[in-house]
């Protein structure tokens, strides 16, 4: 960033950083105009009742309101009554302690956060699979694969720097793309092979291909007889998933699976990438094992260019999983039900054996589900907006206001989560606050402070132990900087998990950013993990790279028997099934040049105009039986709410099913938001929600007056909207138009 008299005058990309080189996405290019939006949340808002309106206070009064009423609830009805939702978009630091202060001195679990919804399913599959959470390789192994499996993911648009160096790959090496989604997407478009699945059905898919490599003589035998356990329980379950079946199941061609098979076999590295379309289902965690499965019986795993590589989704999450910021978890890849790392934790953050509780805590569905109850009667909402972001809203909204205390702490205001709060605290942004975060592949980035925050904004890791210090934990909360406390995340390194960071601390960082494993005294992280000696043997983790990591018994996974493991997973439907009633599927993402709830990108006139608005994408025939035209408004409705957008009309999702983006919710006008449609069903194992399937009813909306219009009124109607409205968006919500007529205006103006 280059600063000029206090402000961002340009962001330019760091040339020198190992996870873009240089090259930034739109949203990376314009991160500077959010910073100065008029909308920071830049002092502190509190009331004490409902009937009341939220009046400005000095920050360092909210922060004892905050610390007094938490206390209070406590003392009333025990430490459980309390949780924190936070989330992968603050950093470690922030991450760190919001978690310590809950487990640790609060002394409830109770704290979980949006990576529930996220890579839940990403993380408990690498668990269970190959003994710890996060992806074994690193982005190196794109610039050495052959064949490239990027399954549930829209890397085109969702991670579209890193499939830029895909794309650079397959230029100079002719390695193949096989893309796997329910919906042509961007990334669909640059494929080899595009498998249109039918979704929630990858699992048979993975199995089928499984089936075939074995089939087709694929195996490493050597592989699995050293390195792995529970082979012959899958090998058994393999026959069920014959090309014809599969096909039956997935609504692919027997020859795509059969070639797709085929391209993985014979491509000596392979990397699969998998994102939401495979998490958020409630098979999450069972299709990351089948994807794991693939690469263990090949042996491409852990070698340049081979391994499961599950993308990360925001820039912290997996800084997040490192340090335990969910509510099964604690720091350094430790689990809550495991005695040993509770002692280990307890240990470290000088607490008496025992105190920490060993039942997990609420994850975030259930959290939500408990304050409707009552039975959480405060939440502490740090960085994250539930009421746009969680499954089955009108229950995000009940849960809110039946709690007695709400407590936001965000960046922006209004957000839909924001105007439910009794205290509002401002967060700096990252480049207001000094601070880490992990990326996918382990690299750990120091993010300097480059501006002030506006008004008493305030970094979160600071706001959090001055409510700890304030509610009586002074001793254990006193920080004079971030470094403090990324030193005290170092001595949380785990030599079960080869989670270590001893190596490393801010004087290095602000070099360069660094990848752990990092020992101390190594002169760099390890680009691929669990090989013990990797570093020794060859001193140039880079030059691991080039050559073949050939010797197999160097490596040791982080299980008791040091193998990994193999796990049967037949196929299995998604919870809720298209019926009469609701005879659509519906899914949902993302789109390029917008963030999740827009707080950031929505202001951002550049990305507005790249992805203006909602729409709902439906197939062809699907649009002539409802008597659908492009732009026309259709209601999507399932067993839980219903939402409005135009239709989008395209052969790009299968007939039967829709598409609507995430992004815009009530703030951007009635009955946008997605989440009012999407279920709770949970993935049993990770917890993580169902998002990508729900069964929908689709009806046209009836059309609106200015349906009626003649060309020349409506043309100068356009003109005219067009001068007072120059960032072609909507007509403000204020406006006296029906949402029929304002979408229809936004529509036209788009299309003119
Ligand atoms: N531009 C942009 N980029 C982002 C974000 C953003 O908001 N905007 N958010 C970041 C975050 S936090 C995340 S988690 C990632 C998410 O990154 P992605 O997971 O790539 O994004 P999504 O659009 O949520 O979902 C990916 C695809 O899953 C497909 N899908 C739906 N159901 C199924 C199914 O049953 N099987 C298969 N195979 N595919 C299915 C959808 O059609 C969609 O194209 O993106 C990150 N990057
Ligand atoms: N239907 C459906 N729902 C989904 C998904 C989906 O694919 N489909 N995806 C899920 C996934 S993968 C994710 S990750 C979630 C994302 O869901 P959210 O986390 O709710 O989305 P964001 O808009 O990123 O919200 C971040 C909030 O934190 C604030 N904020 C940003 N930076 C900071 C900071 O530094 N400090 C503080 N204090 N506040 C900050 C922002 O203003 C914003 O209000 O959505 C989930 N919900
Ligand atoms: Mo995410």
């Known amino acids: 960033m280059k600063v000029e008299q206090g402000r961002v005058t340009k962001v330019t990309g760091d040339k020198n950083h190992p996870a873009n080189f240089g090259r930034l996405c739109s949203k990376g290019f314009t991160c500077a105009e959010p910073l100065s939006a008029p909308d920071r949340l830049a002092s502190a808002f509190a009331r004490n009742s409902r009937a009341e309106k939220i009046q400005q206070l000095p920050l360092v009064d909210a922060i004892n309101q905050t610390a007094v009423r938490l206390k209070k609830i406590i003392a009333e009805h025990g430490p459980d009554a309390v949780a924190l939702y ?37 993380a408990s599959g690498y668990k269970l699979s190959l003994g710890a959470d996060g992806p074994p390789g690193s982005y190196q192994d794109i610039d050495h ?5 990027v399954i549930g993911s829209n890397m085109a648009e969702c991670h579209p720097i890193l499939f830029l160096r895909l794309l650079d790959r397959k230029k100079k090496s002719g390695a193949k793309i096989i893309v796997v989604d329910p919906r042509r997407t961007p990334t669909g478009d640059k494929a080899d092979l595009f498998l249109q699945v039918k979704p929630g059905t990858d699992l048979a ?79 999450g965690t069972w299709q990351s094992n089948a994807i794991c499965n693939l690469h263990l019986a090949t042996g491409k795993i852990c070698r340049p260019g081979s391994g499961p590589f599950s ?48 039942k997990p805590g609420l994850a975030a569905v259930e959290m939500f589900q408990k304050i409707e109850t009552g ?50 605290l401002p967060g700096a942004l990252w480049a207001e606050a000094e601070g880490t975060m992990v990326n996918s592949e382990r690299n750990v980035t120091l993010m300097p402070r480059a501006i002030a925050p506006p008004g008493e904004a305030m970094a979160d890791w600071r706001i959090i132990s001055l409510v700890a210090q304030r509610m009586g934990f002074a001793e254990n909360f006193n920080y004079a900087s971030a470094s403090e406390v990324f030193d005290e995340i170092r001595q949380t390194w785990n030599p079960k998990s080869g989670y270590d960071l001893r190596g490393m601390d801010f004087e290095k960082l602000r070099e360069q950013p660094r990848q752990w494993p990092f020992t101390p005294g190594a002169e760099r992280g390890e680009a691929i993990r669990y090989l013990p000696g990797a570093r020794t043997a060859r ?54 040049h917008q963030w999740h709830t827009l707080t950031k990108t929505g202001k951002v006139a550049s990305l507005n105009k790249l992805n203006p608005g909602a729409f709902l994408q439906i197939h062809p025939a699907d649009a002539e039986q409802l008597g659908v035209h492009q732009g026309g408004l259709v209601r999507v409705a399932s067993r839980r709410g219903f939402a409005v957008y135009p239709a989008q009309v395209t052969p790009r999702v299968r007939p039967g099913e829709c598409f609507a983006p995430i992004h815009w919710n009530e703030l951007f006008g009635e009955n946008l938001a997605v989440n009012a449609t999407t279920s709770e069903a949970v993935d049993e194992i990770s917890l993580q929600p169902e998002f990508k399937f729900s069964a929908v009813a689709l009806t046209k909306v009836a ?42 205006l936004r ?5 003119s």
């Not at 195996?219 to 079946?245: C, N, V």
């Not at 609504?251 to 939401?276: H, K, N, V, Y």
């Not at 999450?317 to 969910?326: H, K």
């Not at 060309?711 to 909507?730: D, F, I, M, T």
Request: contains cysteine.
């Open 539 to 592: 001193p140039q983790v880079t030059t691991l790279l080039g050559e073949h990591a050939d010797e197999p018994s160097a490596l040791r996974f982080p299980t008791k028997s040091g193998r990994a493991n193999f796990f049967t997973r037949p196929f299995l439907p998604p919870a809720e099934q298209p019926d009469a009633e609701f005879p659509f599927v519906l899914t949902n993402g993302r789109l390029e």
């Open 747 to 751: 529509q036209a103006l788009q299309d």
């Open 703 to 744: 059309p609106g007056l200015l349906e009626n219009f003649s060309a020349e009124q409506k043309n100068y109607l356009l003109r005219y909207l067009a001068q007072v409205s120059p960032r072609g968006q909507v007509v403000p919500e204020t406006a006296p138009f029906t949402l029929a007529q304002r979408e229809f």
């Open 86 to 122: 936070v989330s992968g978009q603050l950093s470690m630091e922030s991450q760190y302690l919001a978690g310590k202060l809950a487990k640790g001195f609060i002394g409830t679990n109770n704290i979980d956060s949006n990576s529930r919804l996220c890579m839940a399913s990403a």
């Open 145 to 149: 694969l052959d064949c490239a499996l």
């Open 205 to 283: 898919l993975l199995n089928g291909i499984l089936h075939l490599l074995e089939k087709n003589g694929r195996m490493d035998e050597k592989f699995i007889s050293t390195h792995t356990e529970g082979w012959e329980a899958l090998q058994a379950l393999l026959p069920e998933y014959s090309p014809e079946r599969v096909a039956h199941l997935t609504g692919l061609r027997e020859e795509d699976i059969r070639l797709a098979a085929q391209w993985i076999g014979d491509s000596p590295e392979f990397t699969t990438f998998w994102t939401m379309g495979l998490n958020q289902s409630t098979h």
């Open 375 to 424: 039975e959480v009667k405060a939440v502490w909402i740090i960085g994250t907006n539930p009421i746009a972001s969680m499954p089955n809203r009108a229950r995000v909204i009940a849960a809110l206001q039946r709690a007695e205390l709400v407590i936001v702490q965000d960046a922006f205001h209004p957000t839909e989560t924001t105007k439910y709060a009794d205290i509002l």
């Open 311 to 358: 993308l990360t989704g925001q820039p912290n999450a997996m800084g997040g999983r490192e340090v335990g910021y969910l509510s099964h978890t604690l720091p350094g890849q430790r689990a809550i039900a495991d005695a040993d790392d509770r002692a280990a934790v307890e240990k470290i953050w000088g607490l008496a054996p025992g105190t920490i509780q060993s």
